[in-house]
């Protein structure tokens, strides 16, 4: 018998459409292709027993700034833990960048650089939550809060000349937040992008949530069990006559969304889907290590996140290269889970969550890079490893089809990227066909675990499919 609604993946915007949906009353069966929920945002035991790995994000600094985690009470469903360094950047002579929770203390330890640091993210930090409502809903509607979204395109607009009076560290610190969007763009979406990130590193923190990321999405299920709905594991959806339903949310890339619904979509429609503009991948690496990574600077133990890659402009200069090539020294970002949450790994050993970025749907892995990226600023490294195992960007999106060629983003995050996601318009989740809806990251408000995206196409088909406002 059809449902009301289907959902086609079970990722974090997946749920969040399909919870969205059945709160509002509706019969909702959600399907999913892997044998767990979570997409993205799973976790799971690989080839060291007793150790359990993020498969993709491991650290989630939207979760505390959510506009939807906090309408569902996420935060009371999930035990995070939020370390008091958000994140630490260490630089090869031997200097490290500390991101404090506390904004003021991280001021003082730079030193002559806080001011500039202060400059920066200060006025974003005292305006994080009006931030966050503007920027994790759509952006093509008037603003609830002008003088936030004023203030914060102004320093936006600041960033994009890069280290401008910050000082070589504190334009690192930044430089580092900035490159979680990969690619090395420098217009006002990058900067942007990476302005709100290191701001909510201050305002809130980075939380590691315990059991790691699928903790998230099993509490999503559960929640969404309770309303009612249904979950089908280990089912794949290649066509859409396999869903008997007329209102379809799809949590997928745009490219699966024209495979699957084929011609009941327009034909421009479908090209502008196929040809989806692609950042650059990611290799992974899953590590086991015998003893805690032997930091060259101790304080960076204490971080939930070290971002690796050096100065701002040598950040810059290896994420422009791996648009289309490997680079021998690239951006990474490293979390070590296990420093807080005990669950992750045996007695004595801990897990290491590492990524750096590489040309799209390149195969190569990057273990070797890696590990002497990491050797570099914790001598001693390679000898505590005693288990690793290399996702590479083909790997990842075999995983997770969603990752298409390893791309983490959902597709580029430059500004034509975020407005036109995947077309320019006020309501850029419902697609040309009656009831069939796209609610992945790869539509606004872009990529991360925040669950808007999934939410907002959920409200924009109670409203169209059913006249339910919410």
């Not at 969007?181 to 305002?203: D, E, I, M, V």
Request: glycine letters at 12%; aromatic letters at 6%.
């Amino acid at each position: 018998m059809a449902h009301d609604a289907a959902v086609i993946g079970a990722g974090p915007n997946g749920l969040a459409a399909a919870l969205t949906m059945a709160r509002a009353g509706l019969s909702v069966r959600l399907i999913e292709r892997n044998a767990t929920v979570g997409g993205a945002a799973r976790t799971a035991e690989l080839g060291y027993p007793g150790a359990i790995h993020d498969l993709g994000s491991a650290v989630h600094p939207m979760s505390l700034v959510s506009p939807f985690f906090e309408l569902i009470g996420l935060r009371d469903a999930v035990d995070f833990i939020v370390p008091e360094i958000s994140f630490a950047h260490p630089l090869a002579d031997g200097r490290a960048g500390i991101a404090y929770r506390d904004l003021e203390r991280t001021v003082k330890e730079l030193g002559a650089q806080g001011t500039g640091y202060q400059r920066v993210f200060g006025p974003v930090v005292d305006r994080v939550n009006g931030t966050a409502d503007t920027l994790l809903n759509p952006l093509l509607r008037l603003p609830r809060h002008p003088i936030a979204l004023a203030v914060f395109g102004m320093r936006a607009l600041q960033l994009m000349v890069p280290g401008l009076g910050t000082g070589e560290l504190a334009a690192a610190m930044i430089a580092g937040c900035g490159a979680h969007t990969a690619g090395g763009g420098r217009g006002p979406a990058a900067s942007g992008a990476g302005l709100f990130l290191g701001a909510t590193a201050h305002a809130g923190g980075w939380p590691i949530p315990r059991g790691g990321s699928q903790a998230i999405s099993d509490a999503m299920a559960a929640m969404f069990t309770a309303a009612g709905g249904s979950i089908e594991l280990d089912t794949e959806i290649t066509n859409i006559a396999q869903i008997s339903e007329k209102t379809v949310l799809f949590d997928t890339s745009p490219e699966a969304l024209s495979k699957i619904a084929g011609d009941r979509l327009p034909q421009k429609y479908r090209k502008t889907l196929e040809t989806t503009r692609r950042a650059p991948g990611s290799c992974l690496i899953h590590y086991v290590l015998n003893s805690p990574v032997p930091w060259r600077n101790p304080e960076i133990a204490g971080a939930g996140t070290i971002h690796l890659g050096g100065t701002a402009k040598e950040i810059g200069r290896q994420e422009r290269i791996v648009r289309t090539q490997i680079s021998d020294a690239p951006y990474a970002i490293v979390s070590q889970p296990s420093t807080f949450d005990d669950s992750r790994a045996p007695v004595g050993k801990h897990v290491l969550w590492a990524y750096c970025h590489v040309p799209n749907g390149d195969p190569r892995d990057m273990s070797a890079i890696m590990n002497k990226m990491i050797e570099d600023v914790a001598p001693g490294f390679i000898d505590t490893i005693e288990y690793s195992e290399a996702v590479t960007a083909p790997g990842l999106a075999a995983q997770n089809p969603n990752l298409v060629g390893g791309d983490l983003s959902g597709g580029m995050t430059d500004i034509s990227g975020m407005l036109a996601r995947p077309t320019l318009s006020a309501d850029p989740w419902r697609t040309p066909s009656a009831g069939l809806y796209l609610a992945s990251s790869s539509t606004p408000p872009g990529p991360a675990v925040h669950g808007m995206n999934g939410y907002l196409a959920a409200r924009s088909a109670l409203r169209h499919e059913f006249g339910i406002m919410r």
